[in-house]
C-alpha cells in the first residue's frame, strides 16, 4: 500500500509545471544494514531539565570495531550536540552534577589495560579531564547531592607484581588457581578474587576511599535526598557464589570503611543486578523503592515486583504483587504519592504510574512499541527511550501521557529502507493454551500467496520478542522470507505461571508453541508448508535443536550458540546456580538431565540440515556445545557445518563478523530451498 501511494504521488508531482525529481527508490533491508544501526542508550536528563545526556554506539567498518559517543539534545530537540567525538575510543555512563556544571562520564582512554576512568567535563567549555586517585576499573557511578562527591562501583586492580620481579617474569603466564563456587563468566573469564565495590570519589582531595567493610561484590548506588546516606545492592551470603540472595543496603558516606545495614531480608533476588534498576529514594528521603524477586526456586523465571522499604529499617510492602508482570526502572513522582515504571507486557513494554498507598496501577503508555530506560522527573519533564517495528530505539520527551521524538540517528537509514510489516498474532497451540507472538510480512508482500518462512526464535528463556525494530525480522524479510516468531511457554511477559512452565522441562511446551506458531502461519495462507526453514541464538539455538529432534518438517536450520547436552554444561558454563537448583546434580537425577539432553542423546531423528555458530571464547554457553552437535550430525551423515568466530563471546560484536553471520545465515536457508 505504501508502495501505490509513493508512485501516485510521485505521478502527480509529474503532471506539475515545476516537476521535481522523483524520491529514489528504496531497498529491502540486508546483511550490511545490521552494522548501519546506531544505537541509542542511557538518556539522562540534567537538573534544570533543559537537556538529555545519552550514548550512541556506532560500528566503525574501516577498524571493525564498535564505538560509543556521549550526545546531548535539547528539551525542545531543536539542539543536537556531540559531547565526545575520539577515534578509537569510547565513552559511557553520562550523569550531570546536580548544580548543573559538570558531566561525569567513564572511558578507557589513555589505559593501557583497558580499565575504565572516570572523567569529568566542565559544560562551561574545555576538554574533558581524567580525574586521578582511583586505582581499579571504575564500573559506574552517581552524584551526591551537593555536586562535591561521586559515589562509584570499582572493580579491584589485577594485583601488583612484587618489587624485585623483572621485567621478563612479568610477562611470563601465571597459573589460573581456581577455588570458587561460581568461577566463570562470559567476557570475563575465570574468576578469582577481584571484587567490585562501593566507593566515594571527593572532588576537592581527588581521592577514592571505601565505604564498606567485607569482601562482596557491590553495584547499584542511589544518594539519599540529604546526601546522608548511599543505598546499594549486594550479596552478603557467607558464600555468595552459592545464591541469588541480593538485598538492599545503605551506608553513610564517612571517612573509614563501616558494615553496612540491610533494609531487605528476602531470600531472593532483590533489586537484581541484570535488571540493572538503581534503588529509587522517594523525595522526602523516607523510603526506598526496588524490585523484588520472584520464589526464590524459580530464580529468573519469577516476576519481578515493585516493593517499598523504609530507609530507616522497618517491613517491606510490595505493591504490584498482583500485576503478575515484571517491572522495571522506579521513578518517583515529585510530590512522592506514586511511581512510574515500565511493564513488560505481551510483546511489549509500556509506561505505568503506581499508587504508593493502595498498589493500584494506571497506564501511562501503551501501545505497539517498547520503553525503555526512562529518566527521574524534572518537574513535569522526563526523558524515555523508545523503539517501535519501524525504527530503532531514539530519545523521546516523556510529557505526562505523551511522548515527543528528540533525537534521530537513525532517520537516514530508515529513508533508504523498505521494511517488512510486522504484525501482532495470537493462536492456540495443541494442549489448547493461547500462545501470542508476531508475524512479518517481506516489503510489499500482500500476505495472500503463501511464502518461503522462518520459524525465528528468542534467547533467554526469560525474555520475550516484542514490538520493537528487530534487525534480524528485517534481515529475514528483506531476503524475501516470512518470519514466524513466537512467544512460547517459558519466556517472560505473560506472567509467571507461562514463564515457569518450561522449568526443569528445556523442550517441552516450547516445542509445542513453536510449532504450533507455525501450523497457524501455514492455516492463515502465509508460510509454506513445503518451504520452512527455522533458527536462533542462544536459547532461540537450543530450542531449535529440540524442535528438529521433534519435526522434520523444515528443510534447514541454524542453531547458534547452543546446547543440546545438557551433562557438557555442568561445570563448563557459567550456569551452576540454575543447574543444580533446577535440574538437581546431574549424578543425583540423571533421569532429569537425559530428558534434557534429548537432541543430543536422540539426534538420530535430526535430519534437516543444520549450521552451528559460535563465538570461540563463549563461556555463556560454550563452543564445546555446538561441536558436539556438529560431530553428532557429521557422524551420521547429516549435512552441517560449523562456524566458529575467533575472540567473540556470546554476542558476536565485531561488525564483519556480525555482516559474515547474516550472510552465512542466509546462505544457509537459500541453498536449501534453491
Excluded: C
Amino acid at each position: 500500500m505504501k508502495r501505490i501511494i509513493l508512485t501516485s504521488f510521485a505521478l502527480a508531482l509529474a503532471t506539475q509545471a515545476h516537476a521535481e525529481t522523483a524520491a529514489p527508490t528504496k531497498r529491502p533491508f540486508g546483511p550490511t544494514d545490521i552494522n548501519k544501526i546506531a544505537d541509542v542508550s542511557d538518556p539522562q536528563i540534567d537538573p534544570k531539565g533543559e537537556w538529555i545526556a545519552y550514548t550512541v554506539k556506532t560500528a566503525d567498518i574501516d577498524k571493525d570495531k564498535s564505538e560509543s559517543h556521549l550526545w546531548m539534545v535539547s528539551w525542545d530537540g531543536k539542539q543536537t550536540v556531540q559531547l565526545t567525538n575520539r577515534k578509537g575510543e569510547s565513552e559511557s555512563a553520562p550523569r550531570f552534577s546536580p548544580d548543573g556544571q559538570y558531566l561525569a562520564f567513564i572511558s578507557g582512554r589513555t589505559d593501557e589495560d583497558g580499565n575504565g576512568l572516570l572523567w569529568l567535563m566542565n559544560r562551561a567549555g574545555g576538554e574533558a579531564a581524567m580525574l586521578p586517585g582511583i586505582k581499579g576499573s571504575v564500573d559506574d557511578l552517581a552524584w551526591s547531592p551537593d555536586s562535591k562527591s561521586l559515589a562509584l562501583i570499582v572493580t579491584d586492580p589485577d594485583p601488583e607484581p612484587a618489587k624485585d620481579t623483572t621485567d621478563d617474569e612479568k610477562k611470563r603466564p601465571k597459573p589460573i588457581v581456581i577455588d570458587r563456587y561460581y568461577f566463570k563468566e562470559d567476557y570475563i573469564g575465570y574468576l578469582g578474587k577481584k571484587r567490585a565495590r562501593l566507593m566515594v570519589y571527593d572532588l576537592a582531595a581527588k581521592t577514592a576511599r571505601r565505604l564498606t567493610t567485607g569482601d562482596f561484590n557491590e553495584v547499584l548506588p542511589a544518594w539519599s535526598p540529604d546526601g546522608k546516606l548511599i543505598a546499594f545492592t549486594s550479596n552478603r551470603d557467607a558464600d555468595p557464589d552459592r545464591t541469588y540472595n541480593s538485598n538492599l543496603f545503605v551506608v553513610s558516606p564517612g571517612t573509614s570503611p563501616a558494615e553496612p545495614r540491610a533494609l531487605t531480608t528476602f531470600a531472593g533476588k532483590d533489586n537484581d543486578p541484570d535488571f540493572g534498576s538503581y534503588p529509587a529514594w522517594s523525595p522526602d528521603g523516607k523510603s526506598i523503592a526496588y524490585l523484588q524477586g520472584g520464589p526464590v526456586e524459580l530464580f529468573s523465571y519469577g516476576v519481578q515486583t515493585l516493593a517499598v522499604v523504609p530507609s530507616a529499617g522497618g517491613p517491606t510492602k510490595v505493591l504490584t504483587s498482583k500485576l503478575d508482570r515484571n517491572v522495571v526502572g522506579p521513578q518517583w513522582s515529585p510530590n512522592g504519592r506514586s511511581i512510574r515504571v515500565i511493564v513488560e507486557d505481551d510483546g511489549t513494554q509500556r509506561i505505568a504510574s503506581v499508587d504508593v498507598t493502595s498498589g493500584a496501577v494506571t497506564p501511562v503508555i501503551s501501545g505497539f512499541q517498547v520503553f525503555g530506560s526512562a529518566t527521574k522527573n524534572v518537574g513535569a519533564r522526563a526523558a524515555v527511550l523508545m523503539t517501535d517495528p519501524t525504527k530503532p530505539n531514539e530519545v523521546y520527551a516523556l510529557e505526562g501521557n505523551k511522548v515527543r521524538q528528540l533525537t534521530r540517528h537513525n532517520d537516514k537509514l530508515l529513508s533508504e529502507l523498505s521494511l517488512g510489516t510486522v504484525t501482532a498474532t495470537a493462536f492456540k497451540a495443541k494442549d489448547g493454551t493461547d500462545v501470542t507472538g508476531f508475524q512479518i510480512l517481506p516489503p510489499g508482500a500482500s500476505g495472500k500467496a503463501p511464502l518461503p518462512s522462518v520459524l525465528f526464535l528468542h534467547g533467554g528463556p526469560q525474555s520475550q520478542f516484542e514490538a520493537e525494530f528487530q534487525p534480524l525480522w528485517q534481515l529475514f524479510a528483506g531476503h524475501g522470507l516470512a518470519v514466524i516468531s513466537p512467544n512460547p511457554r517459558g519466556g517472560t511477559g505473560r506472567g509467571e505461571a507461562h514463564a515457569k512452565a518450561l522449568y526443569a522441562d528445556w523442550g517441552g511446551p516450547a516445542v509445542v508453541d513453536a510449532l504450533a506458531s507455525v501450523d497457524d502461519a501455514v492455516a492463515r495462507g502465509i508460510a509454506d508448508p513445503k518451504r520452512l526453514v527455522i533458527g536462533g541464538w542462544s536459547y532461540g539455538g537450543m530450542l531449535t535443536n529440540y524442535v528438529i529432534a521433534s519435526d522434520t518438517r523444515f528443510k534447514a536450520a541454524m542453531s547458534g550458540a547452543s546446547i543440546a547436552n545438557a551433562f557438557a554444561g555442568y561445570g563448563t558454563d557459567q550456569y551452576i546456580r540454575d543447574y543444580e537448583m533446577e535440574l538437581g546434580k546431574p549424578w543425583e537425577k540423571p533421569e532429569v538431565w537425559l530428558r534434557n539432553s534429548y537432541p543430543f542423546f536422540q539426534n538420530q531423528k535430526i535430519v534437516t540440515p543444520t549450521l552451528f555458530m559460535v563465538g570461540e571464547k563463549d563461556w555463556n554457553v560454550p563452543a564445546l556445545n555446538s561441536e558436539q552437535m556438529y560431530q553428532a550430525l557429521r557422524s551420521r551423515g547429516v549435512k552441517t557445518q560449523l562456524v566458529v568466530y575467533p575472540d567473540q563471546h556470546h554476542g558476536i560484536r565485531r561488525p564483519s563478523f556480525i555482516r559474515d553471520r547474516a550472510e552465512r545465515w542466509l546462505a544457509w536457508y537459500d541453498e536449501a530451498m534453491k
